[in-house]
C-alpha cells in the first residue's frame, strides 16, 4: 500500500511529536579504505574507446574519428632569444628619446602660445562687443528719455484739452449760461 509522505506529517501535526532523528554514523574500518583505493584505480584507468568502423550512428562515428586523430599541433619555435643591448643602442635611444621630448615640448609651447592669442582675442572681441553694446545701450537710454519727455508734454496737452472739453460740456449743460466764466477760460 502506497501512503502520502504528506498524511505523515499531517498526522504528527495532530499528534504533536515528530519523528526521531536518524544519526548516521560512519565507522572507518579496514575494508571500507581498500574499497576507496579500488574505486580510485578505477577511475583512473583509462577506458579504450571503440573503434569508428563498429557504429553505425553518424554522430557517434564522427567523434570516434576525431577521437582517434592526433590532437597537438606542433608549432616550430621562431623567436630568438632576447639579446642585451649594447651601450651605442642605449645611447642612440636615448637621445633619441631626448630629441622627441624636445620636439614635444616645443610643440607644446606653440600650442600654448596660439592658445594664448586665440584666448587674447576672445577676451578683446568681447571688450569691443561689450562696449559696443554699452554705447547702445547708452543711446537707446537717451532716446528714451527724449521719447518719454515728448510723451508727457503730448499727455499735458491732452489733458488741458480734456479739462477744457468738461469745462464746455458743463457750460452748456447749465441752464444760464455765463460769459464771465467762457471768457475766464479762453483767456
Not at 45 to 68: F, Q, R, S, T
Not at 102 to 115: I, L
Not at 162 to 181: F, G, M, N, T
Amino acid at each position: 500500500m502506497l501512503r502520502n509522505p504528506l498524511a505523515k506529517k499531517e498526522e504528527e501535526k495532530k499528534v504533536g511529536k515528530k519523528a526521531p532523528v536518524k544519526k548516521e554514523v560512519k565507522k572507518q574500518g579496514k575494508g571500507e579504505e581498500k574499497k576507496e583505493e579500488d574505486m580510485s584505480q578505477l577511475l583512473d584507468m583509462e577506458k579504450p574507446l571503440p573503434e569508428p568502423g563498429e557504429h553505425v550512428n553518424i554522430e557517434i562515428k564522427k567523434y570516434l574519428e576525431h577521437a582517434k586523430k592526433d590532437r597537438y599541433i606542433f608549432i616550430k619555435d621562431t623567436r630568438h632569444k632576447a639579446r642585451k643591448r649594447t651601450e651605442q643602442e642605449v645611447e642612440q635611444i636615448g637621445q633619441k628619446h631626448e630629441a622627441e621630448m624636445q620636439e614635444f615640448d616645443k610643440y607644446y609651447k606653440e600650442t600654448e602660445e596660439k592658445e594664448e592669442e586665440k584666448k587674447k582675442e576672445r577676451e578683446d572681441k568681447k571688450a569691443n562687443y561689450q562696449q559696443g553694446l554699452k554705447a547702445e545701450l547708452d543711446e537707446g537710454v537717451v532716446q528714451f528719455k527724449e521719447i518719454m519727455s515728448k510723451r508727457s508734454e503730448y499727455k499735458e496737452v491732452l489733458i488741458a484739452r480734456k479739462e477744457k472739453e468738461d469745462e464746455l460740456k458743463r457750460i452748456i449743460a447749465s441752464d444760464k449760461i455765463d460769459i464771465q466764466v467762457i471768457l475766464k477760460h479762453n483767456g
